[in-house]
């Protein structure tokens, strides 16, 4: 009697491992649709977004939205610069974009949300149309971003923007 208890309980055991396993293979699979589809955990390197964002800090990327604005801070894959860059939404398809004496024009209006001054213009110094599709960029840290106005960065094309950051 005991030794068909222990085989019964061996079975069962040998069952549940498998069936554990299964599970667990399951999630790994399901988290990575999830990741590869809708949310990626992303850790951000640079002081170019303080102070809304720090070096080292974990984000989370929307890869599922596609609406953006004015404001939005999202992730961007540019060809030559390996990982991705992060960066405030300041202009966007349709605007007229224009930094002159520091400051930042977008269709001939001051942004006065932006509170440092832009000491380097950048190809910014001459109006730019944002055409179909292309979005102009800047960091949170002005004097530590590299961003739309450098000539690496420059405009960004709609299929450049990999999400947008929630959190």
């Known amino acids: 009697m005991k030794i068909k208890i222990r085989k019964l309980n061996l079975t069962i055991l040998k069952f549940i491992k498998s069936k554990l396993l299964l599970g667990i ?11 590869a589809n809708y949310f990626q955990l992303m850790l951000l390197q640079g ?41 405030r939404i300041v202009g ?9 004496d520091g400051v930042l024009y977008v269709n001939e209006e001051v942004r006065s949300d932006l509170q440092q001054r832009i000491d380097f213009a ?5 109006e730019i149309f944002l055409g179909e599709d292309r979005y102009f960029v800047l960091g949170d840290n002005l004097q530590e971003s590299i961003d739309s106005r450098y000539e690496e960065i420059g405009l960004i094309n709609r299929k450049e923007i990999k999400g947008k950051v929630i959190k």
């Open 47 to 87: 002081n170019s977004m303080e102070p809304a964002y720090h070096n080292g800090q974990f984000l989370i990327l929307d890869k599922y939205s596609k609406d953006y604005t004015y404001g939005d801070v999202i992730a961007i894959k540019k060809e030559g610069i390996s990982g991705y860059v992060v960066k």
């Open 25 to 35: 293979i399951f999630l790994f699979i399901i988290a990575g649709y999830v990741s």
């Open 92 to 100: 966007v398809p349709g605007d007229l974009v224009c930094i002159r």
């Open 122 to 126: 950048g190809i910014a110094e001459e």
